[in-house]
């Protein structure tokens, strides 16, 4: 399994300012996911970053608004810039671990982000 | 990907078995199947995977069919403290993330 930090737990932001979230996991994984929660919706997949290389980004969300660091193997970070109410959500780190039978998720507890 | 379907919501009351079925009619063969257990404020968390037939664990049973094309979670006398939302995914092991579909909101009465 794994145990991943992440913070901050909530923040309350003014339009037009940064937040930069932190995810920070007790092993090394390859490939760590960040995942954003709208209230009463399900999870969306933001992108994929490996140690090492540039984010995949899935459909949707861009690199300028969803910045993203991968400097080692236990660390990553999501920046949402020139924040507007729209992204007022829940933002979740999440890591994948091989296991005997197949992949699992894990993931922290998530950053609640409100924008006014 | 494998696209799944799930009822969007479920009602049950405490002590009795739960059943949630998932469709996953394009299920690939190296694909796992998953499930995951979210309550209000956390991520998700895992609840138990399987390949085919039954798997059982301590939370949980999983039933898989021969054509693979469904599975079901199977929660055996639910309690207040189940009421979550519950998630399945089928994805390969190594592949990108997996997608998310829109989960079975359980609700437990007493």
């Known amino acids: 399994s794994a145990v991943i930090s992440q913070k901050p737990s909530r923040d309350i932001c003014q339009r037009g300012t940064s937040l930069t979230i932190q995810c920070q996991v007790d092993?090394?994984?390859?490939?760590m996911f960040w995942y954003r929660q709208q209230p009463g919706q399900s999870l969306t997949l933001i992108a994929t970053a490996n140690q090492g290389s540039e984010a995949t980004y899935e459909s949707g969300f861009v690199i300028d608004k969803f910045p993203i660091s991968r400097p080692n193997l236990t660390f990553s970070t999501l920046t949402v810039s020139n924040m507007s109410p729209e992204d007022s959500s829940i933002y979740l780190c999440s890591v994948g671990l091989q296991g005997a039978k197949g992949e699992k998720l894990f993931f922290g507890s998530g950053t609640q982000l409100s924008v006014l | 990907l494998a696209k799944t379907t799930q009822p969007i919501s479920m009602d049950s009351y405490e002590g009795q078995e739960v059943n949630i079925t998932c469709s996953h009619n394009?299920?690939?063969?190296?694909?796992?199947i998953t499930w995951y257990q979210q309550f209000p404020s956390q991520g998700p968390r895992f609840i138990i995977q399987g390949y085919k037939t039954k798997v059982t664990n301590e939370v949980a049973s999983l039933f898989i069919p021969a054509d693979r094309k469904s599975s079901t979670l199977s929660l055996p006398r639910v309690s207040l403290s189940d009421t979550a939302v519950y998630y399945c995914l089928v994805g390969d092991t190594g592949r990108r993330a997996l997608t998310f579909g829109s989960g079975t909101r359980l609700q437990v009465q007493p």
């Open positions: 092993s090394q994984v390859t490939m």
């Open positions: 394009n299920i690939a063969t190296n694909d796992y």
